[in-house]
């Protein structure tokens, strides 16, 4: 796929689409601030921008004394050059994420309002976001870290015109944007994370060594989630075209057992990396999966 920021014909089509995904991102993003206003909830600006918990190394100097008062744990006070971050987001656009009826339930209509609205908060407050498509079909697949008023136009581009298709490839597009990475980054996931978990895990954890911060957003419908088909049926994989033939009631209890073993391992695995793991399901709204997220972050930064 075609990288960089290349200038093409746009249809009315594309440019409506592009137009409705900004203005519904703003939409969800503003409301969810003025929730945590009124809650008095703590978002992305108070961890991300003003501290860091201390490392073995750091300057006694720049602790913050009253931070540590307040949650009894070590904060570096970061410098105003610091405080500005990298952020870059991978959108996982194989074909699996192309699953779910309509706007509130397909996959990658969801992965793609969760990413511009997290951009959109990012860039409000002045940081550098990039983006990254893993897989899919696309005119663009990346778009380097820009914090210019244009940036998130240009990224809702990206997502607007990316067509979920061919096989996952979360593991190869997690280490690509390693070594693309400059300085220590946040990187984060949009994914149904249905590739075999390992390689993924391995991108991840190379990930957090070079001291970049994560977070995995897993989305799922459902279907996915719930199992809920009645009648003998065909179930195929959109990315392999392998398929197996079933009565639903017959293998539903090993099916969820199964699923339910696959995200505790990304749980269990997430927990021991410190890499923030949200689930995202497509029942949700989207404000609800993004608040439930950051009231998480602020109770693990008041740990």
């Not at 990475?181 to 249905?194: A, E």
């Amino acid at each position: 796929m075609p990288n960089g920021d290349k200038n093409r014909t746009l249809s009315p089509e594309l440019i409506d689409k592009i137009a409705r995904m900004e203005l519904t991102a703003r939409t969800a993003a503003d409301g969810l601030l003025a929730g945590m206003h009124r809650s008095n909830a703590k978002g992305f600006n108070v961890e991300f921008l003003e501290h860091r918990p201390y490392s073995p190394g750091d300057d006694i100097r720049h602790i913050d004394w009253k931070a540590r008062a307040k949650s009894g744990k070590y904060f570096i006070k970061l410098r105003e050059e610091e405080r500005n971050i990298q952020a870059h987001i991978v959108a996982d656009a194989s074909a699996s994420m192309d699953f779910g009826a309509g706007d509130s339930s397909n996959k990658w209509d969801r992965c793609a309002l969760l990413a511009s609205s997290v951009a959109y908060l990012l860039l409000k407050q002045g940081d550098a976001v990039g983006l990254s498509l893993a897989g899919g079909q696309a005119p663009v697949s990346r778009a380097e870290h820009r914090a210019s008023r244009g940036q998130l136009h240009r990224l809702i581009s990206i997502l607007a015109a990316a067509r979920p298709a061919g096989a996952a490839s979360l593991a190869a597009e997690l280490a690509a944007s390693a070594d693309l990475l400059k300085r220590r980054s946040f990187v984060i996931v949009f994914s149904d994370l249905l590739e075999p978990p390992e390689p993924v895990m391995e991108s991840l954890r190379a990930l957090r060594g070079r001291g970049n911060d994560a977070t995995i957003f897993h989305i799922l419908s459902p279907e996915e989630t719930d199992f809920p088909f009645a009648k003998a049926a065909k179930f195929i994989d959109p990315e392999s075209g392998a398929f197996i033939s079933a009565d639903p009631s017959a293998v539903r209890a090993a099916y969820i057992k199964a699923l339910s073993s696959f995200t505790r391992g990304y749980r269990e695995f997430c927990a021991r990396m410190d890499i923030d793991y949200v689930s995202a399901p497509t029942s949700a709204s989207p404000e609800e999966t993004l608040l439930k997220y950051l009231e998480s972050r602020g109770r693990r930064a008041g740990r």
